[in-house]
């Protein structure tokens, strides 16, 4: 059964773990998420946890710095430069950038690329704008999406929160010609720390997370698994396709 959710409203690459993301019209949905979404991150030196990935939970500021600059030379869009919170223009690959992150954690840090990301759960996450819109009158402020860090934002025609739950063990389908890019949805977004920050000063409010707790067991959004691969527009249809067997 196939059940049209919506359109999608904006869709986000995020090239280094924990930066700011880069809004984009359309990115080809890759087996391994979209084109250039989290290839690079900052490596934490000396962390044998088995996740030594540096991101803004630890150095809220990371989200301050906007990745920049276009290399094609690897077949993705990858960003060549960072702008920092200061303003300046820093290669991304560059010493002054490493030392800049290392100071801000207070110890060594490198930056890895890994050719199939670097994600925390799955390659693909989405959510709704009526997800964000439900928990922004709860807490009673009109949240930036960009708290949410998902890779696709969709608008759909149901205005209820949380409707993504429901989408789960489903397929959603984009576009409208064949071959249609789909992913497949295998969990509910399990949130942290990151929605408490302001994507624009790095401030937190504890207030965001407290409430998508007592809302919705701490979940918001859903993750996925890509099933067919194929290149994603902003305002393009998006259908639920759901398991006869259901």
Same mark, same amino acid.
């Given at each position: ?21 880069? %809004?984009?019209?359309?990115? !080809?949905?890759?087996?391994?998420g *979209?084109?250039?979404?989290? #290839?690079?991150? =900052?490596?934490r030196? @000396? ?6 990935w540096?991101?803004?939970s ?6 301050l710095?906007h990745?920049?600059g276009?290399?094609l ?8 430069h960072?702008?920092?919170p ?8 560059s ?22 990301g670097?994600?925390?759960d799955a ?10 819109a439900?928990?922004s ?5 009109? %949240?930036?999406r960009?708290? !949410?860090r998902?890779?696709?934002? *969709?608008?759909?025609?149901n #205005?209820?929160p =949380?409707?993504?739950? @429901? ?8 576009g ?6 789909a ?5 509910r977004d ?13 401030a937190?409010?504890t207030r ?8 919705n067991?701490n979940?918001?959004?859903v993750?996925?698994t890509v ?20």
């Open positions: 059964m196939m059940n049209e959710l919506g359109h999608v409203c904006e869709l986000v690459r995020y090239p280094v773990k924990s930066l700011a993301g880069a %809004l984009t019209e359309s990115a !080809f949905l890759g087996w391994h *979209l084109d250039g979404d989290r #290839r690079f991150a =900052f490596r030196l @000396g962390d044998d946890s088995g996740f030594p540096l991101s803004a630890r150095v809220a500021e990371l989200l710095y990745p920049f276009l290399d030379s690897t077949g993705e869009p990858l960003p060549t960072v702008r920092t200061a303003g300046t223009h820093v290669e991304l690959r010493e002054e950038l490493q030392s800049e992150i290392a100071e801000r954690l207070g110890s060594s840090v490198e930056l890895m690329k890994l050719k199939h670097i994600f925390d390659a693909v996450s989405v959510i709704s704008l009526a997800t964000i439900g928990i009158r709860e807490v009673g402020m009109d %949240l930036d960009r708290r !949410f998902a890779n696709i934002v *969709l608008e759909t025609h #205005r209820e =949380f409707l993504e739950d @429901g989408w789960i063990g489903g397929t959603l389908v984009f409208d010609t064949e071959p249609r890019p992913v497949r949805v295998t969990a399990v949130r942290c720390m990151m929605i408490n920050l302001d994507p624009d000063t790095g937190k409010d965001v997370m407290k409430t998508v707790v007592g809302l067991q979940n918001a959004g993750y996925g099933v067919q691969t194929g290149t994603i527009r902003v305002g393009q249809p998006v259908s639920l396709v759901l398991d006869a067997r259901r």
